[in-house]
């Protein structure tokens, strides 16, 4: 399977912990993002990487979230003292460099946080 | 305003019927824009690019009026595998990748 990868599927944790995900994108695309969706609305915009760089990031982006994209290859999220505010569908996306603005999602992780 | 606002739904329509989603975006400058898919607890999926021109890919077809800045999609022969939640999605396009999601619309096909 080429598409995005996504890893946890699912996480369950518990208020004041510290989560962090993977995500692969698909493997020559360039463009990697993030979006957060809660139950009854579309996804919202969280941060995109091009290649290593994080060109623009969301005002959702407290300071609690960090993510990073080390090598231009996978990247990851991490929420540091998760809150309950916190639980949602993180997906992420990846883009090809050139051309049109299509993204192709990942599975998603889904946070619960008790 | 909302930057993509939709019909709020849901939809329920019979197998067979033709049904369509409608779509308002408050960004003049917008450049791209898409209808996604997405299924119960699973990702958003493509279903297709919104041209200037139209654009149909066998029983959908999607379309733009930049000036009513309004989009479109239209399903025709509803089929029950159609049943999703479908989201309008807008990109501003120039150096400025990400995109926009309306809240989607559900649609429920039914027997």
């Known amino acids: 399977d080429t598409g995005v990868s996504q890893d946890p599927r699912h996480k369950i944790t518990k208020r004041g912990q510290n989560v962090t995900f993977r995500c692969d994108p698909i493997s020559e695309h360039n463009r990697l993002y993030w979006y957060r969706q809660t139950l009854g609305q579309g996804p919202e915009f969280l941060t995109y990487f091009q290649n290593e760089a994080q060109l623009e990031k969301s005002r959702l982006l407290s300071d609690r979230f960090s993510a990073e994209r080390p090598k231009g290859s996978f990247s990851t999220l991490e929420i540091q003292r998760t809150e309950q505010g916190d639980s949602a569908m993180y997906l992420c996306?990846?883009?090809?460099?050139?051309?049109?603005?299509?993204?192709?999602f990942g599975p998603g992780t889904r946070l619960t946080v008790t | 305003r909302k930057e993509v606002e939709q019909d709020p739904g849901p939809f329920n329509v019979p197998e067979g019927a033709t049904v369509a989603f409608n779509c308002t975006y408050s960004?003049?400058?917008?450049?791209?824009f898409f209808w996604y898919r997405q299924d119960c607890r699973k990702e958003p999926k493509l279903l297709m690019s919104v041209y200037s021109s139209g654009n149909e890919d066998g029983r959908f077809t999607a379309q733009l009026n930049r000036a009513s800045q309004y989009i479109s999609l239209l399903i025709r022969d509803s089929k029950l595998s159609d049943s999703a939640t479908y989201l309008c999605v807008v990109n501003a396009g120039g150096s400025n990748y990400k995109l926009t999601f309306g809240k989607g619309t559900l649609l429920t096909v039914n027997p």
């Open positions: 996306a990846s883009s090809p460099l050139a051309g049109a603005y299509e993204q192709y």
């Open positions: 960004n003049s400058a917008s450049q791209s």
